[in-house]
């Protein structure tokens, strides 16, 4: 059985604990290190350690949260990158997906929603949490709204979910070519090149 290989990055000792406990149990997850700070966490990747999924504290001392995960993509990308953070302001949120996050936890997540984000990304979805989802469609979206037909929508859904290609073709009886035409059409609608950027803008404008 794979097992997903996970740093954790968070500057109290106590949540890196709380994290490990949660995950203890889940025989297809492995906490491979886990450090207090953005430098040995470059450290320990640039020794060449395999890393599936970094979980990311946004409030880091010396180099902060947004800035280790820039990096981190940049010079790894391809690691993935869960954030976690007390604080789900919708400006945070976005800037962690622009800087190549899949994922974005509040602290206060359980175990369930945790080892789901985990499963989600690394299988190339998307994940944010249920309090991040509220605070990306509270009121104050954009009103320009792209034009999607009834089954783009379907599938933005589905995307949102983080489900695959293949998932999101099985799902809706629809072939791998059909999904992967309708993907385009809707990246082309909102203008974006990544799953992440689509996402953080569907969930701004309220279409998901």
């Known amino acids: 059985m794979k ?13 890196l604990e709380g994290l490990k406990s949660l995950l203890q149990h ?6 491979r290190f886990a450090c207090t700070n953005g430098q040995a966490a470059i450290d320990y990747l640039t ?37 976690l953070s007390t604080h ?15 994922g974005f936890l509040s602290k206060s997540a359980d175990g369930k929603e945790l080892s789901a984000a985990i499963h989600a990304v690394d299988a190339n979805g998307i994940y944010l949490g249920a309090e991040v989802q ?31 290609t293949s998932q999101i073709a099985e799902a809706l009886f629809l ?15 909102y203008e974006v090149n990544n799953v992440a950027a689509l996402i953080r803008l569907a969930m701004e404008q309220g279409m998901i």
């Open 88 to 102: 789900q302001e919708r400006s945070a949120v976005t800037r962690m997906l622009q800087n190549g996050a899949s």
């Open 26 to 31: 889940h025989q297809d997850i492995e906490i």
């Open 175 to 189: 072939s791998h070519l059909t999904v992967e035409t309708h993907r385009r059409n809707i990246m082309q609608k």
């Open 47 to 83: 020794q060449g350690n395999p890393i599936d999924i970094v979980l990311l504290d946004i409030n880091l001392p010396g180099m902060n949260g947004f800035e280790l995960c820039k990096l981190i993509k940049k010079k790894f990308p391809a690691i993935k990158i869960i954030a």
């Open 134 to 164: 509220q605070e990306m469609t509270s009121p104050g979206a954009s009103s320009a709204l792209p034009k999607l037909t009834r089954r783009e929508k379907e599938i933005l859904i589905q995307i949102a979910e983080g489900k695959t």
């Open 3 to 15: 097992k997903i290989s996970l740093m954790l990055v968070d500057d109290h000792q106590m949540v």
